[in-house]
């Protein structure tokens, strides 16, 4: 019986097949318990945090802008969390003994950052530009909902691909003028054809075409 023999330089790929036996199991753990998990992808996610700040009270009723905080929001890929510094502006006079700041005290004092849990986290193999969007008219209503009726803010979307992609795919209705995308009630007083014809407007005269290439957000 004819025995089949395999060249020498097969043998070269012994480590490899090896190594790939121990790390592929570790990533298919990896992104079925990190990839699928309720804090990456599903809608409702709503953790706890070191303090409990409302966006009710401050972007609803106080009518604060989003960029008074998230202060990158235009300019970066980023919207950045805001330094303790941002909320002592106002708290170092505005019921400064509240029990529930103490851990703004002691990050004010010590310099050390407060451990907020951050609700809208996307896995490290999807990319996406805060800028991009909110210089584009799209507002943070689309992706975050109405934070400003939120006591304790959880996430409103998926953030899955599929959801990204209908936006990339279909923009009209999710568009409004760049001076708008903060305003929080702008579109109520219009109907979906209403919303759908200033999109469309905007796309055209603003040139906006989403890619839908794998490498505009997995980079």
């Not at 409702?44 to 990158?72: I, K, N, W």
């Not at 951050?118 to 934070?147: K, M, Q, T």
């Amino acid at each position: 019986m004819a025995r089949f023999i395999f060249p020498k330089w097969t043998n070269a790929l012994v480590p490899a097949l090896g190594l790939a036996g121990v790390v592929v199991p570790f990533y298919i753990i990896y992104v079925v318990a990190y990839g699928f998990s309720p804090d990456t992808t599903h809608a409702g996610y709503q953790p706890p945090q070191p303090v409990p700040f409302s966006h009710a009270v401050h972007a609803g009723e106080l009518g604060m802008d989003c960029r008074y905080c998230h202060t990158t929001v235009e300019h970066a890929a980023h919207a950045a969390i805001p330094p303790t510094q941002s909320c002592m502006n106002c708290h170092t006079q505005v019921v400064p003994d509240l029990e529930t700041l103490d851990p703004l005290w002691d990050s004010y004092e010590t310099g050390e950052p407060v451990e907020w849990i951050r609700v809208h986290d996307l896995p490290d193999y999807a990319y996406f530009d805060h800028s991009a969007h909110v210089n584009r008219g799209v507002s943070c209503i689309e992706c975050h909902g109405r934070v400003d009726r939120m006591e304790v803010v959880h996430r409103q979307e998926s953030l899955s691909m599929h959801w990204c992609l209908d936006c990339h795919r279909d923009p009209d209705p999710r568009l409004r003028e760049v001076e708008h995308v903060t305003d929080m009630d702008w579109g109520l007083d219009k109907t979906p054809e209403e919303r759908l014809s200033i999109g469309e407007e905007l796309r055209k005269l603003n040139h906006i075409n989403p890619s839908q290439d794998c490498s505009a957000c997995h980079r």
